[in-house]
């Protein structure tokens, strides 16, 4: 078995700056139990030697709660987009023969080595309006009642994380394209729904329907595939061609 | 005069409600963060948020009851009357969080649904599924995303706080920060800055908290003359999952549910743990308080596995301090009861807690103290005048400090479900002071200052890069953070004597005279994240120092800070008179300790060291009381000790009326 091997070897594609070129380096790194992803990469920051003994830098990347819940660590490990700190060795060791395979996220600029630059996400958030826009910050009482279904409908959507793994996965979600993306387009359907916030949902409907919209996505369900949160991506994306085609519907015979 | 501004240092639930506040009054604000805000670690935070609320008022609760717990909890260290305020406001916060659009959990009637936490006998606590951090913060994140696309906040995400501006009065007039891409040094200057930046676990190595939670802003404002209070009161969770990365939290409800804590009599005994027969197995928490068993307090169940691992080496693993948490023999059915947290340890540890026992230990959670805030008190109410400059105000003018990052609240220990409370009033409730201060600022605004005095800021922290970039050692910043969270995980955590301490602050000055000769490997400028982390170092030794030193000097037992060498002997005698006569010994000592311990730890930063001085604590509200969970006599210590407080109260009035 390949975990009983003393140590293993991770390939990094590593880049020193955003306009550098890119390069590989190899890290030999001690086997031991309960190792994830993250803690391979602060043990190359401790001793960033690399397999031929080279002395190299600490590689840069991503990361803070450890947790899976905050989405920063986002990368591609043997192929496949996920977190760092939730992608467990043993795990990933028994994907491969080889070396292990790690990659920063494709659809971003990168910062340095995993580091990219996921500001595109919040800028479509921005876009989409995913906010309830309330009166004001004063007491007005509590908020409208929601039922329990409702709540069930909502709290999924809500745990978007904005990690970035929808986009990677997603082949429309590129430079040439203006595809906004599965995660905003699922945040504009939960606040859509939100008894205060659909309020706005016209305006909402008008991007999603707009250039860069729903009519962007190629139904490729690649997305659903890979969200760390099981978001139910494709019903939200689902929801979003109906809900546009009758806003549409509705402009066209003038109500 | 210019155009004012406020910085908003840390994005978190604290920072993002006091943007958003800010914002909405009109304030133009310039929030730094390290992380995007959506990332910072109050999206960590499960169980939920207290208020009173309708439910519990028609059981007789009321905010006093809030009160009194949060204080009772928190061993009577914290100010009353910003408590008071808290609890007062927490019906209205939540009310608000939920009108954002908070995912609360819901009744079928379509009503806030509430769980009880412990600390109290209401069921206060409103709650989001299993992540009620994340999706309060996700509410903030998007109001502030609201302002920001309006252009009354910017966003500075990625950028790290490297200390206050002060002008030659000592005023506070903006912050020095550093673009951790481009590691561009420059100035914000500001009429006011909130410090809302969170807590220190990582001073203690691996804990509960996120890669970001250094305490390096804390330290920074320490150093440039903002006093740290409170520092040795640090939280410890009894049970969490050990990782070579953090430490994960693992809920209570495991133990509630069933689940029993046992280590193998034989010292890392290699076996499968399902083979070890049942004889073979010390479940201490049972056979040592054979009461409560596994559910003890969190406390006592947090010092009995340090005990268990540290004194008696009794640890699972060789090298690595771990107790078995058991699930195994509960029944399929009680077992899905506990879906959501084992699927967490399935995750991270890749072992099925159905079938094989979990592997725990405590972590350091939760930093009670933290920069020293000020407050005005309200004599009416009890509570604190609104709009008061002083409000949150640190010992530097002009700025401010709110959340995890603050020492109020809680005390010296605190309850489940306040910290979000007490992050998200601090945030709204320090607004309507910054926007007092700013109508009266004499000066006019930061804009107006002289440039000289934002050049010379960024000049010192480009000179203190470059030094350290360029330092010429041997020493690795991250074995001297290990070795720094060894030492503080080992003696200044659980269980706390003296010696030990001192050990520990023997090695924090070993290894700040090593850090003088600490080697970069990366000594480039760009996303040098190997710098950032060196330079964070030093601010963590500080740290431990302030917490270290406050331990070493605060003789007593007082919510979680444990020295048994200076515990009060609790009462054994079967005779009811025997009983009563070491009960009212006890209360003696109790008042003796009281006298001499009920104040807060203040430090104060020096050149080359740290002063310590401690000031009185605000008890106005709630006479401070023994806490007497598990005392054998309870019911006889609270009796005598309440006698003790009447006579005292005639002998006051006494003296009044001659």
Redesign the interface.
Known sequence: MITMSKSFTVNIQRQ??PHGPKYSESFEIPY?P???M??VL?RI????VTSDNK????V??D??????????CTMVINGHVRQA??A?I??VLKETTGPIDVKPMSKFPV???L?V??KAM?ES??RV??????D??H?????P????H??ED??PL??C??CGCCVEACPQFNDKSPFIGPAAVSQAIL?NA?P??KIDSEARLEVLASRGGIADCGNSQNCVKVCPKEIPLTDSLAKAGRDTTLYKLRQFFGR | MGKQNVVVVGGGLAGLAAS??LA?AGIHVDLISM??V????S??AQGGINSVNDYTRQQGDNEWLHVDDTVYGGDFLQHQPPVKEMCDWAP?V???L????V??????????DHRRFGGTMYERTAF??A?TG??LI??LD??V??W??EGKVDKYEYWEFLGPILDDKGQCRGVVAQDM?SMEIRSFPADAVVLATGGCGLVFGRSTM???CTGGAAARAFKSGANYANGEFIQVHPTAIP????L?LMSESARGEGGRVWVPKKPQDGRDPMTIPASERYYFLEERYPKYGNLVPRDIATREIFDVCVNHNLSVEQGRLCVYLDVTELAPETQKKLDGILE?YE????DNPRKIPMKIFPAVHYSMGGLWADFERNDQTGGLVSGSLRNQLSTVPGMYVIGEADYQYHGGNRLGANSLLSCIFSG?FVAPSIQNQLSCLKDGSASDAPSSLYEGAVSEHKQHMADLVGNRGDE?P??LHQELGDSMTRNVTVVRRNKDIETTIIKIAELTERYKNVSL??K?N??N??FS?TRALGDMLLMAKVIAQGALQRDECRGAHYKPDFQITAPDADDPGELRKQATAWCQSFKKKNDQWLKSTVAKYKPGGVDFSYEAVDTSLIPPRPRTYGLKGAEIIEEVWREMLAAADKDKKAKVGT
């Open positions: 020193d700056d031991e309960g190792l994830n993250t803690t602060q920051a401790a001793n960033p002395d190299s830098t600490p840069a990347y990361a803070c709660c450890l947790e899976e819940i905050c989405g920063a700190c939730s467990l043993d795990n910062v340095r080595d580091v630059n996921r919040f958030l921005k309006k995913a906010w309830v826009r309330v004001g910050y007491d007005l009482g509590s908020g009642r929601v039922s329990p409702e709540q909502a709290y809500s745990k994380m904005t606040f939100n205060t916030g | 958003m506040r909405e992380v995007p959506k990332r910072s670690h999206v960590c209205r939540i009310d608000l939920d009108r954002l659009g995912t609360f959990n819901r009744t079928p009637e379509g009503l806030r989001a599924g992540t994340q999706q996700y509410a998007e109001q995303r609201r920001e696309a891409f996120s890669m970001i990782g070579t990365d953090k994960r967490i995750k991270f540890q890749g709204l690795n991250y074995q490997s990366d480039g760009w996303t994240q190997n982390f």
